[in-house]
């Protein structure tokens, strides 16, 4: 095993111990993506688009600047836009950047039967394995941000990366490294939770925004990319950003007590029929000869 | 910009207006944020529509596109009502204390004094200062002229002269002072008023005005204020009146020359910049010296025309660097026609084509369209696109002789023979010879771009051009080259300029851009020494700066503003210090600025006049008693040695060498102190003075292409803009682009849309008096209807981004039509900018 | 089946046609491909299984194509017996007298018809578990189309799909322990489709007796 | 230190090899980073052509810069090192890529003859001397030497030239010495409008 391998604290599909749980001191990184401060540019979504190199797709307008409806296997990097009317009358034009949050509790992987085709690294990063991807969708399903996409030609499930390939030399992520505003932020989890912080609050008493906060979900066990938000009591407002995201119960109760009481029931059913036939033995007839005759009918 | 993008960080306050920086200049836009993220600093926005920009504010407000200087003119009267000005930075800085003639008159009825109904144009006369002993009355060796329209200087009056001596007030009472004149102007500008034109509710501009305005509560002078723009506001015909308002506005503010201050042109190109300062306009040459007029008889005619003299209260001093003038003009005809640039033949004075007319953007096609132009050649140039009145464009060029295109893609201009609606037999019918050159890409050339904070840079060539594509000075070069060798071998009219221009680049056919780039710097040509220092520089040498130049042929240059920009250490623009100790994002040390490598212009009106700067927290630069000069974290844009009592003003590119509120002798053709009028195509009267509701400087053409609209028919204001997701009409032909938006739209009022039943995504028709333009409809709250002058009044905007050719059009994913089918050809008349602001439209579904 | 010749000329009886047995493994076999690929699917510890069966992706490609064979063999089934599969009132008697059955105490159990309860019920739990699966599996298989707003039915799908299935291992486990291992002479049933007439008559007494009486009326 | 990069991420292939069972590997690679894309790629030195903030780009090409490569564009982001953009890059920009590598190039020069409804391929020299022709028959025909008033004006009023506003300082410069020669009055640029 190369000592590489301890890098990764999560393995979707995997039995057994995951060789670097709990062996990492390796600092955790996080995207800050401050709304209050996006312009809408879209520099992350091309910058994205090119640095990963993927194919184009044909858009249409729809009564929107946004690029389309919903991130796509090949576009993992989304501003949601939302005309806002507030109830004094004004208007804001709330913009998000939606992509992969790298949960710190990934809902994907937790859905993911393949093995290794969800990997979490040390450093936070929730990456998809392409090579190891099945493309059953579970983790399309299991995912509380509708993030993981479907491609119908690779037949596999793509999301972005957080730019691991650039991040594992020491770059920032292309989204961060173009965003002319500086509405995001890349480094540290702990520092970029401060300076969310610092900025929230700088929103809540010098820019009228009393609701600003960050957005840093716990149902999730927290993001990797983290929000700061004019108003964190709505996060639907930004284009549909849950309020409580969560692994969904249902994979929950799936990868867990039903595993559990599938497998033992599964174990006591070959079990007990093998029992019963040491007590009770077969049902043989008496005067039976089966000579195996082939039968003609 | 007076200032630089990063220098936005040190401001405390922003008006952006008339420009979407947030759009169109997300990068530079970051600094504003900062401004916000690390100052506080406060935003307000006001625009036609609620923009990306507007997003980030902290104030956004509506206006009817094309009144500007109402709301503007509204904000003087708030900063002079409540007191909320620089009182110091006004008396000392700026013309309020000048006294002006007697007979000149505010434009309460929509005229000011001297116009000539007629001639459609003013007699400057009285737009003068009053002299203090009398000397205005003698046209003496006092110069500066008005010129900036030569059309006037084939005319009998010589032109008004300023005084060089000006009565002044400085207490600022003068019934006939600027102040109390500028005061009297602006009187008219009520909130009231304002609502009524603009459509902006009194209370909301009253708060926009205390917030922008606060910066100066209580006299306090450490705060400063930036106003930011870009052709929102050059794109009227008065456009150049409404900078100037808000350059007035940031002199009684005293924001100029500060950092975090000034007003800042958000340019729309990455080298709009350069090419102003080359000159690539009919009415500059490099270095915004004037072009020639045919008065202009010799070169000493032509030199005491454009070099002014000061002209100053007798107790201040005025540097009046402009009265180098001569040293520029001789070393640029140098530059030009080297060896046969003779002081004997006033250094081929009568080679330079003088100009009498206007022969601007609009003006070309109207000539060409009247069969005057036969030929054309347009590089990186998509002259039909561009506008205004594409189909004119068209039609003009359909009776051109000759096209030859430079471009990168297939444009629309290449292409105008077969523009949607010319069939095949039609274009059988257009005998205009086309030509269409593969150039080179940005990546594939390289050289210096200017950028809007004057900054030029280096860029090197990272790949070769594809193809048969060719360097586009390899171009114009052979062009060159082969009709002067014609003229050499066949001879033809006047051909001496042709065969005399210096040429002497290693690889003729091939100049080198590093070799270009000295020539402009300018180099000695014979050995010069400095009187004071004793410094030589040896001929053949390159100049250190423009100080060197000399105005008897023994230095050549091409661009005075950029020597210094490649000197004997080598290429300064392609330096990459990035070093910035006082932490202002000055940047010494990276790349090249002009003038001189100075960041923030007029940074001497950063200290008060006694040489201290105005907030100790912000120094730029200061005077030091000790060295005896200017010193500090940036260059002084100032003489160096001029201390604070001698009271030299800090404008020195000014004869006054001060700040102008009020603009005399017609350097603004169209007024002293801007005056609202209305769009050419406006919804209502000017209310100001409803018998004079346009510009009357303001000229039409009178070809069947140049119709005009009235309210009756067309009751929507409509505006044009770009998209933050493209560039211009370039990026339609880039798939990641075109990904982003890939269809053009019509943003439309949702009351609007209620009322014609449109709903977002159908197909709708905008109809101006000229053209028709097809796109989706994008219904949307961001644009409101207004009340304007009691009527309701709607405002729709279009990005000008599709054409007829591009990957979207070329699939026939659209409806192919340009923009710019929809605007007038009426334009400034100072900076000849065409009106593609505020002008009328109907909409209907498609 | 009464025009059949179920008593066989060598004194055998024919306890399932041939077409019977085609149908049966066919829905056996896939059955068996979908529970092992599924399994592998199921648990990290047997995703090997998959990979021993030609690869996790083509498991994962071939699952739910196996699953419409099996649909397909539950259908055929469901034509071929759903009458013979109805519930009788003498079904309850049979019920009650389970623990007889279980104990092999064969001869206080109420005689069977062709199929006795206990093989109604796993047909009708694999038919109705069949179209479970089916409209489960159909979720699952397209994900990508069912919209965000419908992602319930996604959710739904992940959990009820292995529920249905786990229900179908129950009854797969005693079918396949009854007939091999309990049942002697079931399985050659399946296989060569005839049964001794001491099977017949001990197993399915009823419909033995069934098909002696219309043997006698077709002579 | 781009050497160590690249042994990191070799080591970065991370993974268990299982044990092989009937001849298939059952422990799938647990992790496999893709190859920095630009690792040895040579870099030049740019500014974006959109704008006027006159952003610093970075565009790396394929090759190290040794002789017998071709160099093509893989990758554009911004320059760090400039003062304004620090890195950053607007949409158009971050796009840059795309502009280069772009299919839709103008390749070769073409001319539209009168009446014409097509394009037809013409040679450069010929495309040249063509233009040197009309630009000279043009000048003689429309040169004036002097006005009504008798003025010395010669410029020519027949020939107009548009500029665009992304090329060059020394491209305008050259262009306003080689059109002012040409006497041309006709001389404006993008940035009028």
């Known amino acids: 095993m190369s000592q590489a391998a301890t890098e990764l604290i999560r393995i979707s599909g995997h039995a057994g111990t995951v060789p670097g749980a709990g062996l990492n001191r390796e600092f955790q990184v996080c995207k800050l993506v401050d709304t209050t401060t996006c312009i809408g540019c879209k520099a992350c979504e091309v910058a994205c688009l090119e640095w990963n190199g993927y194919t184009f797709s044909e858009t249409t307008f729809n009564n929107s600047y946004q690029t389309m409806p919903e991130t796509a296997w090949n576009y993992w990097n989304l501003i949601k836009f939302n005309e806002h009317e507030r109830e004094d009358g004004t208007l804001m034009l709330l913009m998000r950047k939606d992509q992969c949050m790298h949960c710190e509790d990934p809902g994907c992987l937790a859905a993911c039967p393949a093995e290794a085709a969800i990997v979490q690294y040390a450093n936070g990063i929730v990456d998809f394995q392409e090579a190891n991807c099945i493309g059953c969708g579970y983790c399309m399903t299991g995912c509380p941000f509708n993030i993981p996409k479907f491609s119908p030609k690779a037949r596999k499930v793509f999301k972005c990366t957080l730019c691991n390939d650039r991040v594992s030399v020491g770059l920032e992520p292309a989204c961060i490294k173009a965003c002319p505003t500086g509405c995001l932020h890349f480094g540290t989890k702990k520092e970029m939770k401060e300076l969310a912080e610092t900025r929230a609050e700088q929103l809540r008493e010098h820019s009228g925004y009393r609701e600003a906060g960050v957005y840093d979900p716990p149902g999730v066990g927290g993001t990797h990319v983290i929000y700061v938000l004019h108003d964190a009591k709505n996060p639907e407002l930004y284009g549909g950003l849950p309020k409580n995201p969560q692994v969904p119960l249902m994979v929950r109760l799936w990868k867990h007590p039903l595993k559990w009481i599938g497998n033992f029931g599964i174990i006591f059913g070959v079990v007990g029929v093998f029992i019963h036939y040491l007590r009770y033995g077969p049902k043989v007839v008496e005067g039976d000869e089966d000579k195996g005759h082939g039968a003609k009918p | 910009m007076t200032n630089g993008w990063i220098d936005i960080k040190n401001t405390d306050m922003m008006l952006i207006m008339g420009g979407n920086p947030a759009e169109n200049h997300p990068c530079g836009f970051k600094w504003a944020m900062e401004a916000k993220r690390d100052r506080n600093a406060k935003l307000i926005s006001v625009d036609p529509r609620f923009t990306r920009t507007s997003s980030t504010a902290d104030l956004f407000l509506q206006i009817r596109a094309g009144t500007d200087i109402v709301f503007l003119g509204g904000l003087i009267r708030y900063a002079l009502e409540n007191n909320r000005i620089a009182k110091d930075y006004l008396a000392n800085y700026t013309n309020a204390a000048f006294i002006i003639k007697d007979g000149f008159k505010l434009p309460e009825d929509g005229l000011y004094s001297g116009f000539d109904s007629e001639a459609g144009k003013y007699d400057f006369s009285t737009w003068n200062y009053e002299g203090a002993d009398g000397s205005d009355r003698q046209a003496g060796t006092v110069r500066h002229s008005p010129d900036v329209v030569p059309g006037k200087a084939g005319g009998a009056t010589p032109p008004p002269h300023l005084p060089p001596n000006v009565a002044f007030d400085l207490a600022l009472q003068h019934p006939r002072c600027v102040f109390q004149l500028l005061k009297r102007q602006y009187s008219r500008y009520t909130p009231e008023t304002v609502e009524r034109i603009t459509g902006i509710p009194r209370d909301q501009f009253v708060k926009a005005a205390d917030l922008f305005t606060s910066v100066r509560k209580d006299g306090d002078m450490k705060k400063v204020a930036t106003i930011i723009y870009a052709v929102g506001w050059t794109q009227h015909t008065f456009g150049t009146q409404i900078i100037r308002t808000a350059a007035m506005i940031q002199l009684l503010l005293g924001n100029v020359g500060r950092a975090g201050g000034g007003v800042n042109a958000l340019r729309g190109h990455s080298n709009i910049q350069g090419a102003t300062d080359m000159a690539g306009l009919y009415d500059s040459l490099p270095g915004y010296l004037k072009a020639p007029v045919p008065a202009d008889s010799d070169l000493d005619t032509y030199l005491k025309r454009i070099t002014p003299g000061s002209s100053k209260p007798s107790p201040w001093a005025s540097f009046n660097y402009y009265s180098n003038t001569p040293k520029f003009a001789v070393s640029l005809l140098k530059s030009m026609y080297g060896d046969a640039a003779k002081k004997e033949n006033q250094f081929a004075f009568d080679y330079l084509p003088k100009v009498d007319r206007d022969y601007s953007w609009t003006h070309i096609w109207d000539d060409m369209y009247n069969g005057k132009v036969k030929g054309m050649m347009a590089f990186g140039m998509n002259g039909v696109m561009i506008g205004p009145d594409t189909n004119k464009n068209i039609n003009a060029l359909k009776k051109a002789d000759w096209l030859v295109v430079g471009e990168i893609y297939p444009d629309e201009t290449s292409e105008f023979w077969r523009a949607p609606g010319i069939t095949a037999d039609e274009q059988k019918t257009i005998n205009t010879t086309v030509y269409r050159l593969p150039c080179a890409g940005f990546a594939e050339k390289d050289g210096s771009m200017t950028n809007s904070a004057r900054w030029a840079t280096w860029k090197y060539a990272a790949v070769p051009p594809p193809g048969q594509a060719r360097l586009d000075q390899d171009i114009v070069a052979e062009i060159f080259l082969r009709v002067r060798q014609l003229y050499k071998k066949e001879g033809g009219k006047f051909p001496d300029p042709i065969l005399n221009l210096s040429w002497a680049y290693a690889d003729a056919a091939h100049p080198s851009l590093s070799q270009v780039a000295m020539e402009v710097n300018g180099k000695a040509l014979a050995d010069l020494t400095d009187p004071t220092t004793g410094q030589v520089i040896k001929a053949g040498q390159q100049l250190p700066g423009f100080a060197w130049l000399k105005d008897d042929g023994t230095t050549a240059c091409g661009n005075w503003i950029y020597s210094g920009s490649w000197t004997e250490a080598g290429n300064q623009m392609a330096r990459r210090g990035n070093e910035d100790p006082s932490g202002l994002g000055v940047f010494q040390g990276w790349s090249w600025s002009w003038p001189a490598n100075r960041r923030v212009l007029y940074n001497r009106a950063s200290c008060d006049p006694d040489g201290k700067p105005w907030d100790p927290s912000r120094k730029q630069v200061w005077w030091n008693e000790a060295a005896g000069k200017w010193v500090g974290n940036d260059v002084p844009d100032f003489k160096p040695d001029s201390a604070p009592k001698d009271h030299m003003g800090p404008f020195i590119m000014n004869p006054e060498g001060i700040g102008r509120l009020f603009a005399p002798i017609g350097v603004i053709a169209d007024g002293p102190f801007p005056e609202h009028y209305e769009p050419i195509e406006s919804p209502i009267k000017n209310p100001l003075h409803p018998d004079q509701s346009n510009n009357p400087l303001v000229k039409k053409f009178k070809t069947p292409y140049d119709k005009f609209g009235t309210p009756d028919e067309y009751s929507i204001v409509c505006t044009t803009y770009r998209l933050t997701e493209h560039y211009h009409y370039w990026t339609k032909n880039n798939p990641m682009n075109v990904q982003l938006i890939p269809e053009p739209f019509v943003e439309i009022p949702v009351e609007l849309a209620d009322e014609k039943g449109i709903r977002g995504t159908e197909m709708i028709k905008v109809i101006s008096a000229r053209g028709t333009y097809m796109a989706k409809a994008f219904v949307t709250r961001r644009l409101k209807p207004m009340m304007i002058d009691g009527k309701k009044v709607y405002q729709i905007g279009l990005p000008i981004h599709q054409g007829f050719r591009g990957i979207a059009e070329d699939e026939g994913r659209d409806a192919r039509t340009p923009a710019n089918l929809l605007t007038p050809a009426v334009t400034d008349p100072n900076a000849h900018t065409p009106e593609s602001k505020g002008f009328l439209v109907k909409i209907e579904k498609a | 089946m009464s025009r059949e010749p179920y008593l066989l000329p060598n004194g055998r009886v024919l306890r399932y046609t041939f077409h019977e047995r085609v149908v049966h493994w066919l829905t056996g076999v896939s059955y068996l491909y979908l529970l092992f690929t599924g399994l592998a699917f199921w648990s990290p510890w047997l995703f090997w299984i998959a990979v021993v069966l030609g690869g996790d992706t083509i498991s994962r490609e071939l699952h739910p194509w196996f699953g419409l064979v099996f649909i397909v063999g539950v259908s055929l089934m469901y034509k071929m017996w759903h009458r013979q599969m109805k519930e009788t009132p003498s079904d309850k008697a049979w019920w009650a007298a389970i623990g007889h059955y279980i104990r092999n105490e064969d001869d206080q159990v109420p005689s069977a018809d062709r199929f006795n309860p206990g093989q109604k019920l796993l047909f009708w739990g694999f038919f109705w578990n069949g179209i479970l699966l089916l409209l489960s599996g159909l979720i699952l298989w397209f994900p990508q189309y069912i919209p965000w707003n419908l992602r319930f039915l996604r959710l739904a799908a992940v959990f009820l799909h292995p529920v249905f299935a786990l229900a179908t291992i129950a009854l797969f486990i005693i079918h396949v322990y009854m007939g091999t291992a309990m049942e002697r002479g079931a399985f050659g049933s399946v296989i060569r489709g005839d049964v001794s007439r001491a099977w017949a008559n001990k197993h399915h007494h009823t419909w033995y007796e069934q098909l002696l009486r219309d043997s006698a009326a077709r002579k | ?193």
């Open chain 4, 1 to 193: 230190m781009q050497e160590s990069r690249r042994d990191f991420f070799k080591a970065a292939t991370v993974g268990m090899v299982g044990a092989t069972v009937f001849g298939f590997d059952l422990k799938p690679a647990y992790a496999q980073l893709k190859e920095l894309k630009i690792a040895r790629a040579a870099e030049t030195r740019s500014t974006c052509p959109y704008c006027a903030v006159g952003c610093g780009v970075l565009i790396y090409t394929i090759g190290d810069r040794a002789k017998n490569v071709t160099p093509q564009v893989i990758h554009v982001e911004g320059d760090p090192d400039h003062p304004t953009n620090r890195g950053t890059l607007c949409p158009k920009g971050s796009s840059l890529e795309q502009d280069m590598l772009n299919p839709r190039r103008l390749t070769k020069p073409q001319v539209r003859r009168p009446g014409a409804t097509e394009w037809q391929d013409i040679s450069w020299d010929d495309a040249l001397n063509e233009i040197a022709r009309w630009t000279k028959k043009t000048r003689d025909e429309t040169f004036v030497e002097k006005d009504a008033n008798g003025h010395t004006v010669n410029r020519c009023e027949g020939i107009s030239f548009i500029g665009g506003c992304t090329d060059t300082n020394e491209f305008n410069y050259l262009v306003v010495k080689a059109m002012r020669g040409l006497g041309l009055v006709y001389l404006e640029n993008q940035a009028r409008v």
